[in-house]
């Protein structure tokens, strides 16, 4: 079965700051592999994923992501976080045949100070 | 274009009474979704639907809880009886065809059973 580990559950960074939230997956294979952002009150909206090709994986708001299969990992980054990045954070994994479900982590809630 | 709808946005219901919760997907995905979840968590599967086919209900967590989707659109998912335990945000997402095809997320409606 697969699962997902997003081992902080809470970070705070200052503006401007650079950010790397964790995400570990496990999977018999490669998955398809996601991240979505929640703010308080709203559904997920996707900010990127990885299905294939280039490890590197731009996604909006400046957020980017790396593949990293050696390690099982898929940890998201932004160079410089705005205020308005304060958020919750979810890695999830997504089979590439069978079960079209997918299974998120925990989340990271990420506060910005000024 | 329109997104995903969810309605109510909020419930609050009395233990053991029933309630119904509506998902509107974007018009022509073939994919719908449902998810649970509870407080501080990453959303789990519930169930899902091709059209109107419900191939996988694997994560309903008791025979009290149904979903339908009887005419490849909207979808309800009913939980009789209600529990405390219920009480979660459920999310409705949905998705065009491909196991790749981002899913798309509709703001969830927070169940409180009392």
């Known amino acids: 079965a697969q699962s997902v580990t997003q081992p902080d559950i809470h970070i705070t960074v200052s503006e401007g700051a650079s950010l790397e939230l964790r995400c570990n997956y496990s999977?018999?294979?490669?998955?398809?592999l996601f991240w979505y952002v929640q703010s308080p009150g709203q559904g997920l909206q996707l900010l990127l994923k990885?299905?294939?090709?280039?490890?590197l994986v731009q996604g909006i708001k400046g957020f980017e992501a790396e593949f990293k299969r050696s390690q099982s990992s898929f940890n998201l980054r932004k160079p410089s976080v705005h205020w308005s990045d304060a958020a919750e954070y979810f890695c999830?994994?997504?089979?590439?045949?069978?079960?079209?479900?997918?299974?998120f982590g925990s989340g990271t809630r990420l506060q910005v100070q000024p | 274009g329109a997104g995903v709808s969810q309605s109510p946005r909020y419930k609050v219901a009395k233990r053991g009474q029933d309630v119904a919760l509506r998902c509107d997907p974007i018009?022509?995905?073939?994919?719908l979704f449902w998810y649970q979840q509870a407080l501080g968590q990453g959303p789990e599967f519930l169930t899902y639907?091709?059209?109107?086919?419900?191939?996988?209900k694997s994560g309903l967590p008791s025979d009290r809880f149904f979903a339908e989707r009887p005419e490849g659109s909207v979808s309800t998912l009913k939980i009789q009886r209600t529990q405390q335990e219920d009480s979660a945000v459920y999310l409705c997402?949905?998705?065009?065809?491909?196991?790749?095809?981002?899913?798309?997320f509709g703001p969830g409606t927070r169940l409180t059973v009392t």
């Open positions: 999830a994994v997504g089979a590439r045949t069978g079960r079209r479900a997918l299974t």
């Open positions: 018009s022509g995905h073939v994919s």
């Open positions: 999977y018999g294979a490669t998955p398809y």
């Open positions: 997402a949905s998705s065009p065809r491909r196991p790749r095809d981002e899913q798309y």
């Open positions: 639907f091709q059209n109107e086919a419900q191939l996988d």
């Open positions: 990885y299905f294939s090709g280039d490890t």
